[in-house]
Antibody, heavy 122, light 111 residues
């Protein structure tokens, strides 16, 4: 079965960029009509969708994050990545990667990675 | 404040039935976007529980059911078991925000 695993630094300094990679195993990232997404959960808060990337490389992101989000995909490594620029303490969260189904009326996220905690602090 | 509103907690005794609500608005659930539900057991990854309002993925017991109304949805768990103790989240799409949105999560306690 498909499995996702996040990786990246657990500590990022304010004003710097946060970079994470999601490695997909069990199937090719190039298979099917899926989107590859990032979701986060700040401590004590609910889940927030960050953005998603398609196998073509096209991406979209949550407008609430302004233009701080950059996403990319590397089909040769079966990985996709997230870069969030100009981070502040409010970006401290558990970051999840997930596969999203392309489905009429809105698709679901399945499966999910275990999540990785990123703390923004000096 | 999450776009979709869920009760912070619900509880029930083993064997009972519990309902977790997910209240939205005219720009998400009310705009006929699908609602999906996830379960997160302590220390584990989020797991898809219900997709497209009322469908169960393979392996999910039929004790779990999803319902959708005009601007709200609900997750019903019957025959409550101790292993159901977890956090539950609803999810949809919001056309006003142009974003996929989630509920704040509901912690289910099995008494």
């Amino acid at each position: 079965q498909v499995q996702l695993q996040e990786s990246g630094p657990g500590l990022v300094e304010p004003s710097q960029s946060l970079s994470l990679i999601c490695t997909v195993s069990g199937d090719s990232i190039n298979t099917g009509s899926y989107y590859w997404s990032w979701v986060r959960r700040p401590a004590g808060k609910g889940l927030e969708w960050i953005g998603r990337v398609y196998t073509s490389g096209s991406s979209s992101h949550n407008p609430a994050l302004k233009n701080r989000v950059t996403m990319s995909i590397d089909t040769s490594k079966n990985q996709f990545s997230l870069k969030l620029s100009s981070v502040t303490a409010t970006d401290t969260a558990v970051y999840y990667c997930a596969r999203q189904e392309n489905y009429p009326g809105g698709g679901w996220f399945d499966p999910w990675g275990q999540g990785t905690l990123v703390t923004v602090s000096s | 404040q999450s776009v979709l509103t869920q009760p912070p907690s619900v509880s029930g005794a083993p064997g009972q039935r519990v309902t977790i609500s997910c209240t939205g608005s005219s720009s998400n659930i009310g705009a006929d976007y699908n609602v999906h539900w996830y379960q997160q057991l302590p220390g584990t990854a989020l797991k898809l529980l219900i997709y497209a309002n009322n469908n169960r993925p393979s392996g999910v017991p039929d004790r779990f059911s999803g319902f959708k109304s005009v601007t709200s949805a609900s997750l019903v768990i019957t025959g409550l078991q101790a292993e159901d103790e977890a956090d539950y989240y609803c999810q949809s799409y919001d056309s006003r925000l142009s974003a996929w949105v989630f509920g704040g999560g509901t912690k289910l306690t099995v008494l």
